[in-house]
């Protein structure tokens, strides 16, 4: 019988332009995946992975990102989000918007697609599906890109959520939960770069009082993740997982803004997409 092969990207803000490319080759390449999992942007990237749209998402890095309409000071002081989530997974990726997203053809993708989001009330992780979207209605997208501070939480069915790094920043349990026998793990930074909790404590600290579950989530969310990558790697070690990660960042940290640095992270995503290749045809 065939493997059930799942792939995992844990986002990364603007970083996401290295899984971008790293994906854009498997389009190119014509390698699928039976599940695919997405945290943050990496959730937005899997839905245009699974909707066939190659170089969709390099657009949107070397060229939205640089629009006030976009991420902006303007945007926080006007709404309370620094990055203008309706208008990323609304107004360009509705099918009237400038660079639509082809729900048709994502819906149509027989890859599972789970996309990773926090409830901001709880703190609990809470995994929707590509079948909890509807054409013009990206949701779950945008609830899972809700970044602590950067963005207020988004609103689903009344219920508040945050970027799902919060919950389960490298869900490769969730992966396998998901009866996967191979699963690829998507990073965005060198895979020995271990997070600390410097940048963490800020964003905490700012909404302690409204959603005080999420702020613990985030003051633990370095031990979270470096715990998550230490069982990728057992994972590795025994030829059930891939870290296909970028050996620097080109100078490209969550939000930074710099088109030929992203650029140069998207081309080492594009190139290590052969990892991928060698590593399912690999006996």
Do not use: W
């Not at 309409?69 to 620094?82: D, K, P, V």
């Not at 790094?165 to 026998?181: E, N, R, T």
Request: hydrophobic share 35%.
């Amino acid at each position: 019988m065939a493997e059930t092969i799942g792939i995992v990207d844990v986002g990364g803000g603007f970083r996401g332009i290295y899984a971008s490319g790293v994906l854009d080759y498997c389009l190119n390449q014509d390698i699928r995946f039976d599940v695919g999992i997405g945290v943050s942007a990496g959730s937005a990237i899997l839905a245009s992975f699974a909707s066939g749209q190659v170089k969709r998402n390099y657009i949107y890095y070397t060229q939205y990102t640089m629009r006030k309409e976009y991420a902006s000071l303007h945007n926080f002081f006007r709404t309370g989000s620094y990055l203008d989530l309706d208008y990323i997974y609304g107004t360009l990726s509705n099918s009237d918007g400038e660079n639509p997203l082809d729900y048709k053809a994502m819906v149509k993708n027989p890859m599972r697609l789970t996309i990773v989001a926090t409830n901001a009330l709880t703190g609990e992780v809470h995994y929707f599906e590509k079948e909890d979207m509807e054409q013009d209605r990206y949701d779950p997208l945008k609830a899972s890109c809700a970044i602590p501070f950067v963005c207020k939480p988004y609103l689903i069915d009344g219920a508040p959520y945050y970027d799902g790094a919060l919950a389960d920043p490298v869900p490769i349990k969730k992966a396998f939960a998901c009866s996967c026998d191979k699963v690829v793990v998507l990073l965005t930074k060198p895979k020995d770069e271990l997070r600390t909790t410097g940048k963490d404590r800020f964003a905490a600290y700012a909404i302690r009082h409204k959603y005080p579950a999420s702020a613990r989530k985030i003051l633990n969310r370095a031990k979270t993740y470096n715990a998550g990558i230490a069982l990728a790697k057992q994972y590795e070690q025994q030829g059930k997982a891939l870290i296909v990660a970028p050996d620097d960042t080109c100078g490209i940290d969550t939000l930074t803004r710099n088109r030929e640095k992203m650029k140069r992270l998207y081309q080492k995503g594009y190139r290590d997409g052969a990892l991928i290749q060698n590593f399912l045809v690999k006996e």
